[in-house]
């Protein structure tokens, strides 16, 4: 991760029930910008599916967005006015059993520095090298941000840590 550290990163949490992540995700969703990789980090079921859900529904989404825990990646055309976001990937790496399964999801044919932004579901199921490894073997462009987003579970809503390592802040 610390590839992508450009400047001290900034921490914000929140906790959110179903109903309030909306207020949440809406607010997120301002703030992307085409480049930006979205790495989520939490156990199975702790809501990082809906999270992207959510912010895919601020972006006035007409395709359903479902979990792609065995289609791997997802990809969602946006055509909001509002925003120079266009195209939505998401990605759950769950299921792949090595690090050069990355080279095969063709990320690099797909991920448009202009107009793309990333949701990952398991990026820490590898490592650093893993994906200076994917970046050089690739075509594929680095980010312009990385956005981490670490969720974890509580009675009847999530915690969300979301740190940015941008100039821009978040
Ligand atoms: N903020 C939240 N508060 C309470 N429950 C949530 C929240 N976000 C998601 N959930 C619930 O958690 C469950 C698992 O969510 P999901 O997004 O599939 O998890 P993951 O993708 O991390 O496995 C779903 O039933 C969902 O409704
Ligand atoms: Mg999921």
Redesign the pocket.
């Given at each position: 991760m610390a590839k992508f550290l450009k400047v001290t990163p900034t921490i914000q949490r929140f906790q959110?029930?179903?109903q309030?992540?909306s207020v949440l995700a809406g607010d997120f969703s301002r703030c992307l910008m085409p480049g930006d990789w979205i790495f989520?980090i939490?156990?199975?079921?702790?809501?990082?599916?809906?999270?992207?859900?959510e912010v895919a529904k601020t972006f006035d989404i007409k395709d359903k967005v479902t979990?792609p825990t065995f289609s791997l990646i997802q990809e969602i055309e946006v055509s909001s006015s509002w925003t120079s976001v266009k195209k939505i990937l998401h990605l759950?790496l769950y299921r792949l059993k090595y690090p050069k399964d990355l080279y095969y999801l063709g990320l690099e044919s797909l991920f448009d520095k202009t107009k793309s932004i990333v949701f990952i579901?398991w990026p820490d199921i590898f490592s650093k090298e893993d994906w200076n490894n994917f970046f050089a073997l690739t075509q594929c462009t680095e980010p312009s941000r990385m956005i981490q987003i670490k969720?974890s579970y509580?009675e009847?809503?999530?915690d969300?840590e979301i740190v940015t390592v941008s100039k821009e802040g978040f």
């Open positions: 959110c029930n179903p309030e992540l989520l939490g156990d199975l079921g702790t809501g990082k599916t809906t999270f992207v859900q979990s759950d579901e969720i509580a009847k809503f999530r969300y």
